[in-house]
């Protein structure tokens, strides 16, 4: 057996949506996506959108350097089983905000894909 072959992700289902950026896993662990701020205006549009994307859909999570919130919760970047990457798609779509409170990964990449007003 190759050492060398790539861990294989852990596919979750999504039990429950909290708001855009809080998520409940099946195995009951509470998730925050890196990067995504709720906007009020549009947070139903967001969770709608989740549920639509979420829908008997499998994903999986990667990690950065920080692994945890003041709170406690798993930060990780969400991806569905086909790789669209739910962080990004959400920053897309103009319905939450980038957080630019601390620094991650894909903090440029998220500002660079937030639409143009």
Known sequence: IDKDTKKR????????????ELLILNNGQKIRLI?????EETI???LEFLREKF?????FLK????????DNNILCYLYLDNKTFINNHLV???????DTSYEYTY?????????KK
């Open 9 to 20: 992700e852990e596919f979750f289902t999504v039990s429950q949506i909290l708001s855009p």
């Open 35 to 39: 990067g995504i701020k709720s906007k």
């Open 44 to 46: 139903t549009e967001a």
């Open 55 to 59: 829908n008997r859909r499998k994903v």
């Open 63 to 70: 990690y950065d350097d920080i692994k945890y919130d003041k």
């Open 92 to 98: 897309r779509t103009g319905y939450v905000d980038v």
């Open 107 to 115: 903090k440029e990449k998220f500002l660079k894909s937030l639409p």
